[in-house]
T-cell receptor
Framework: NAGVTQTPKFQVLKTGQSMTLQCAQD?????MSWYRQDPGMGLRLIHY???????DQGEVPNGYNVSRSTTEDFPLRLLSAAPSQTSVYFC????????????FGAGTRLSVL | AQKVTQAQTEISVVEKEDVTLDCVYE???????LFWYKQPPSGELVFLIR??????QNEISGRYSWNFQKSTSSFNFTITASQVVDSAVYFC????????????FGPGTRLSVLP
């Protein structure tokens, strides 16, 4: 019963490095999203996808790219990491529709030095 | 625009006290959904409850209860006889029916229950 799986759990990057945060779900959910969590600001939406091949920007998309080639996977790419991207990142998935509960991965703690 | 406010940044109570966490929301939609999530010290986000805008009945689940009032745009969460295991950050979230399904989260309330 894996649910939403995120890797890695922890990552330290130097400014300017690139990396991909992985997210996979096994619940056949159409909707997937990425959030970042910063102290005092709750969770803010970065990017989301309503199905394979369809992605869109959320509230704070700058500096991040996403793609959705399969229903299961929704990776988040940092092209050139900046200290402002130090945060905890959560991936979530749900069935399509605003009433649906979003299920979250365990999170990735990222530090950019 | 949609917005969720949780005015209480941090709350500390002693075990067995009752505590209420406040959530006030703003929405442009007539159909919407409200959620509460719990984030314990381990960091994962755990779903607690969902309420739709047409159902104003209060709900009780064990020591937890929720008071939804459309007249004041509030969806407050009460823990009765708090326990140390209730220590966590609690988030309120809003999803609108006619403006996409993206969640808007409040900033969270950190609850510390002291033994």
């Amino acid at each position: 019963n894996a649910g939403v799986t995120q890797t890695p759990k922890f990552q330290v990057l130097k400014t300017g490095q690139s990396m991909t945060l992985q997210c996979a779900q096994d619940m056949n959910h159409e909707y997937m999203s990425w959030y970042r969590q910063d102290p005092g600001m709750g969770l803010r939406l970065i990017h989301y996808s309503v199905g394979a091949g369809i992605t869109d920007q959320g509230e704070v998309p700058n500096g991040y790219n996403v793609s959705r080639s399969t229903t299961e996977d929704f990776p988040l790419r940092l092209l050139s990491a900046a200290p402002s991207q130090t945060s905890v990142y959560f991936c979530a998935s749900s069935h399509t529709g605003p009433k649906n509960i979003q299920y979250f991965g365990a999170g990735t703690r990222l530090s950019v030095l | 625009a949609q917005k969720v406010t949780q005015a209480q940044t941090e709350i500390s109570v002693v075990e067995k006290e009752d505590v209420t966490l406040d959530c006030v929301y703003e929405t442009r939609d007539t159909t919407y959904y409200l959620f509460w999530y719990k984030q314990p010290p381990s960091g994962e986000l755990v779903f607690l409850i969902r309420r739709n805008s047409f159902d104003e009945q209060n709900e009780i689940s064990g020591r937890y209860s929720w008071n939804f009032q459309k007249s004041t745009s509030s969806f407050n969460f009460t823990i009765t006889a708090s326990q140390v295991v209730d220590s966590a950050v609690y988030f309120c979230a809003l999803s609108e029916a006619n403006y996409g399904q993206n969640f808007v989260f409040g900033p969270g309330t950190r609850l510390s229950v002291l033994p």
